[in-house]
């Protein structure tokens, strides 16, 4: 059975937990029990624009869970643009460029090499308006 016909029977947080590869005890502490203020290192790094950005990058057991999610849903989306390709389009093709296995900025600024015009846009807040309620409605 593939990861995404997995993910897509999960009825419990033990089978979730399961196909994440950790124990029920240990996602239910991470989610529930720990505050999340505590799991995040907050730092700023200067915006080529002026101002300043803030980062919050996970600590580690909070970033093995996000780490673990993250490959199951790129797994499943391979397995959705592979179930989608026919014999005249073998082209990888998404929606995005970001977030995509064997993508980076560098493979996204070679895309755009001697264009005439290039739009760069930053959307402000964009991470901060997912909230657990929504993820967890998403899942």
Not at 36 to 51: D, N, W
Not at 95 to 115: C, D, K, P, W
Not at 133 to 138: A, D, L, S, Y
Request: net charge positive; hydrophobic share 35%; charged share 20%.
């Amino acid at each position: 059975m593939n990861k995404l016909d997995l993910l897509q029977q999960i009825k419990t947080k033990q089978e979730f937990a399961k196909i994440l590869g950790v124990k029920t005890s240990f996602l239910t502490y991470i989610l529930y029990k720990l505050n999340p203020a505590t799991q995040y290192l907050s730092f700023t790094i200067p915006q080529k624009s002026g101002g300043m950005r803030t980062i919050q990058s996970p600590f580690g057991n909070l970033k093995s869970i996000q780490s673990s999610l993250s490959e199951l849903l790129l797994d499943c989306i391979d397995e959705i643009n592979e179930s989608k390709q026919t014999k005249k389009s073998t082209s990888k093709r998404a929606l995005s460029h970001g977030f995509v296995r064997e993508r980076s900025i560098l493979t996204n600024a070679m895309m755009h090499l001697n264009q005439k015009n290039i739009l760069n846009i930053d959307l402000k807040d964009f991470f901060d308006s997912f909230n657990f309620g929504r993820v967890r409605g998403f899942l």
